[in-house]
């Protein structure tokens, strides 16, 4: 094996600008009694913050952060978060989460920005791969088994580990790659689309010093639809997050690339 390749699920293998983000300015709007609706800047602008990596916490902030923008005190307002979840699930996934054959919500049309002969050509390179999102569960296998049909891919999800940037998830996939391709020393790469994602990079060098671990972001979707401007500006925040390299799209991460990327550092 030549190195480790984790990637984040969300704005990197599928396109969640009309799913999470979508369900994102429901729950804000819903909550806020149809008087705010964020737009895609004011989720990008959260983001990269880099501490609001899950969705229905992201959503809860934008909420608080409407009210205090209207004189109101944060401490005193009283928000059911399970019911926040709910509300949000309910759009999202839109059915029981034990039954994926009936979910009918904004989950069932995401765009894939990949495909499963992506992961071939990297077993093929002998590149490790496995996952690392803050989506649950049953959401990431949604896209990894029924619609790439990958056959039980290495996952650690939302239910696995803390929240990014905590690094315990990513250190925990690459532990259990390394063992299964028996390499223990293999550098690690992490592939994701937010400030959070290459935090949690640093901070997995920072506690797992024998490996080297290296942060590659990809722009989502709706950062490149919004133009030059706006991708160079997102761009930025990336490299300043600490990615050694930003690349449009997944795809574009080759094997060869991440050997380069893995024997220059």
Known sequence: MTCIAVF???????????????????????????????????????????????????????ILRY???????????DIDFDALVKFFQDRYRGGDPLQPD?????????????SASYFAALSQAQVGWGFFSGATRSSALYVLQRRLGLNDPPLIAMEDAPG???PTGLLAIANTLSVAHQHPTAAVVYVGDTVA???????????????????VGILPPHVRQRGPAYTAD?????????AALVLNQVTDLTPEQLNQITQAT
């Open 164 to 166: 990014k940037p905590d």
């Open 102 to 114: 009936l979910w009918q919500g904004y989950i069932t049309r995401e765009p894939l920005l990949v």
């Open 8 to 62: 984040d699920i969300d704005g990197v293998l599928r396109d969640v600008s009309g799913s999470y983000r979508r369900a994102i300015a429901d729950t804000v709007e819903a909550y806020t009694d149809g008087q705010y609706r964020p737009q895609p800047d004011d989720i990008d602008t959260l983001k990269r913050e880099g501490c609001w990596n899950n969705d229905w916490e992201a959503s809860k902030e934008l």
């Open 67 to 77: 009210f205090e923008g209207q004189g109101g005190d944060r401490q005193q307002m």
């Open 197 to 215: 994602d290459m935090h949690t990079a640093l901070a997995a060098s920072r506690q797992d010093s024998p490996r080297t671990y290296i942060g």
């Open 234 to 242: 997102y761009r930025n925040s990336l490299h300043q997050a600490g």
